[in-house]
């Protein structure tokens, strides 16, 4: 078994040892389970992609994107995907990484709320952001002062109103721009593997469902919207695949102007397969899918939060038309097959 | 099912591709100031230039698969996919060539006996050598298993009868490489029997008939064979393994960067008459949605082809692949209209004539190769559900 392999099954093996329906409800009403996040801290999981003379657990984008996946498909209660983008981060940046549970966002400006923090009641918030005198990062211990929100999957999203305390230090350029980058890539990852889950349990579902006297999965029309759905979760995986290995292939330093498309594309393809995935998803499920008590609405609301967040599809597309339309007659296909 | 079961690990091109892909692009774009070819949508059905074929070869860009030993530049199929992409891209008259290129060559390289090899192969390098596919019939389309042309064991060969259809450019081409009945079914085994032949197209007993598309267009045929002597030595592979030889290409078919740039052109064409409008926000969002989407189409196809450059048959994530890529091609389509309000004028320049060329292709992106219908029932086999 491969270094990545291992890896990849020692994190779904945790999650799944602590992802029971159960515990994944009691940890909305909880704000998150604080529990697994010890488990996984103690794997040297949260920082996985950070090295290790700045508190991280050493290793690429690659561990860490792998880790991010799983979390997503796992519907997993903690901000893991989110701390270990901020702690590569605060790595690029050489800045020591603080324990715990981090969220990261980019500011409008210095001192400025941050809107729905994913975790931020508990999380030592990591705000990224470039003005004049250039690249910025603040770090917001906890607890800032915070207004509680919610996702629709009920995870938390709080405004966080940085205190006069918080600690704010001048980064490399770009530092804005890639933590922009990381966030769409790590919530791509994160859909990218809750679209795989939500295939996984309508194949269960439709081959143990009886109407008719038969499987649903017998039914070719059934089975034509299964294909359809395992199309879109395909254009996510190759579209988050790639994005990884496009990031991973610029390094720290992407080149200067670099719209960095891939990342851009698999957000946008990632928002938009969410809700064809999420809609398959439940019409093969049945009223029975609908309900709280049932375990695919862990996953499908996650995947209608999830879009929308770190970069809706609108303002991808937005952006990656303007490209396009820039790129112009001639230019488009060079564009489309640049490496990154 | 762990994450990527579904579509193998997508990998890196080797690092010649971006100068080869250059050097293509160097190329096309002589070809084009030279007016040696106006860029077509579908143009690997639609634009047949010997011509082309044959500068083209003379650069080593058709048969790039093919070793040394048979006229090649050697195995390389990724290489390939580089230059395929580009010259689809470009809109490029690559039909002449290309079920020889795509199709035949790994066949032959697979399955065919050594005079076979040495027959076909350094002439399709040279760009020289057309095929057409037999594989279709009047009663056996989606259910390809149905053939009925059938050959009759005659002393050093096959006596062949029967009826192939929509056999794309079988009017220009050299020989056709058909599958077709030489043993009886075995009770319900209807894939028992079945055999691939390369029948050689002008010979006596063998009727072109065209079958006019609706744009006018004179691409597909009927041939008729009629009691039509097909020596020995044309057999490809195993007497009985058509079915499992035929099948094994299919990820081949399928997966290729034509299932989704047969409309790139379209796209191409359309930035450029848009780039005034590069600010308004209508626009930007149409654009952006297909651009996402091609890319992530693209990445999905290029992960097949290196699974298949490594010997893998990604059966399933080739049939996704056109699934996705085929209707892709037609949404391409749609935004050009909704954006453009051109409408669709045969004889009109730019955006009007490419729609007209467009919309009437866009039937048959999601028809060949494989229902898309049928290509979903595969899908769903592959997930256990079947």
Known sequence: ?340 | MRHGTLLPPVRPLPAAAAELRSAVRGFLAAERAAGRFVPVCDAWLSGWDESFSRRLAARGWVGMTIPPEYGGQGPSALERYVVIEELLAAGAPVAAHWVSDRQVVPNLLRYGSEELRRRYLPAIAQGACYFAIGLSEPDAGSDLAAVRTTGTRVDGGWRVSGVKIWTSGAHCAHALIALLRTGPRDGRQRHVGLSQLLIELGQPGVTVRPIISMTGEHHFNEVVFSDVFVPDAQVVGTIGDGWAQVTSELAYERSGPERLLSTFVLLDTLVGELASRAGDARTQDAVGRVVSRLWACRQMSLAVAGALADGEAPEIAAALVKDVGTRLESEIIEVARMLTAAEPDPAGAGIAGMLAHAVLHAPGFTLRGGTNEILRGIVARGLAVR
């Open chain 1, 1 to 340: 078994m491969s270094e990545r392999d291992l890896l990849r099954d020692t994190v779904e093996r945790l999650l799944a040892e602590h992802g029971t329906a159960e515990r994944i409800a009691a940890a909305a009403q909880a704000d998150w389970d604080a529990a697994l996040w010890r488990a996984l801290e103690d794997t040297g999981l949260t920082l996985a992609g950070s090295p290790e003379e700045l508190g991280g657990s050493g290793g690429d984008l690659v561990p860490a994107a792998d880790i991010a996946l799983a979390a997503g498909a796992a519907a997993a209660p903690v901000p893991l995907a989110e701390t270990l983008a901020a702690g590569m981060v605060l790595a690029r940046a050489g800045r020591p990484i603080p324990s715990g549970p981090l969220a990261l966002a980019v500011a409008a400006g210095r001192g400025q709320a941050l809107q729905r923090v994913p975790y931020g009641r508990l999380a030592t918030t990591v705000a990224a952001g470039a003005d004049g005198t250039g690249d910025w990062l603040a770090v917001i211990a906890r607890p800032a002062r915070v207004q509680p929100g919610r996702n629709v999957a009920g995870e938390p999203r709080d405004d966080v109103r940085p205190g006069a305390d918080a600690e704010v230090h001048p980064a490399p350029a770009g530092t804005a721009d890639h933590a922009r980058r990381l966030l769409r890539l790590f919530r791509s990852l994160l859909i990218a593997g809750a679209a795989q889950r939500a295939l996984e349990l309508t194949v269960t579902y439709v081959r143990e469902r009886e109407q008719f006297g038969r499987p649903l999965a017998r039914f070719p029309t059934v089975q034509q919207e299964l294909a359809r759905m395992a199309g879109e979760v395909a254009l996510v995986s190759a579209a988050t695949q790639a994005a990884v290995a496009a990031t991973q292939a610029a390094g720290a330093e992407p080149p200067a102007g670099a719209t960095m498309s891939a990342v851009l594309a698999a957000k946008a393809q990632a928002s938009h397969s969410a809700g064809i995935v999420a809609a398959i998803a439940h019409q093969l499920h049945g009223a029975i899918g609908t309900t709280e008590e049932h375990r695919l609405r862990l996953t499908t609301t996650r995947l209608w939060s999830w879009r929308d967040e770190d970069g809706p599809a609108s303002e991808c597309f937005a952006e990656l038309g303007r490209a396009a339309l820039r790129a112009g007659a001639g230019g488009l296909w060079p564009w489309l097959t640049r490496e990154r």
